[in-house]
């Protein structure tokens, strides 16, 4: 099992993954963030995949947020009934 920090990446590295500049990065308001919405973008393989694919299913607001948890709570370990309540309290 791959360590959740591992799969961590720096402002630079997403640009490099999303193949995209760092200004199209910080644009993109529906990244789930630390600490809130005002918080620092969450780059995490994972997260950044689901937001992709929840992208393309042109999904927004708690929708897409929704599948990014789900990606970090997968990375973490947790089952989707776990991550579910502990996103609910």
């Known amino acids: 099992m791959t360590e959740i920090a591992q799969e961590l990446m720096t402002p630079d590295e ?3 993954w999303f193949r995209r500049s ?8 529906e990244l789930i963030r630390v600490a809130g919405p005002g918080g ?9 995949r689901a937001y992709v694919l929840g992208r393309m299913r042109n999904l927004t607001g ?8 789900q990606a970090l709570a997968a ?3 947790l089952d989707q009934k776990t991550a579910a ?3 609910t309290n």
């Open 14 to 16: 997403a640009c490099r």
């Open 85 to 87: 309540d502990t996103a």
């Open 40 to 48: 620092q973008p969450l780059y995490h393989v994972r997260v950044c």
């Open 62 to 69: 708690n929708a897409l947020q929704e599948i990014q948890l």
């Open 75 to 77: 990375a973490c370990g």
């Open 22 to 29: 760092l200004s199209w990065l910080r644009q993109q308001r």
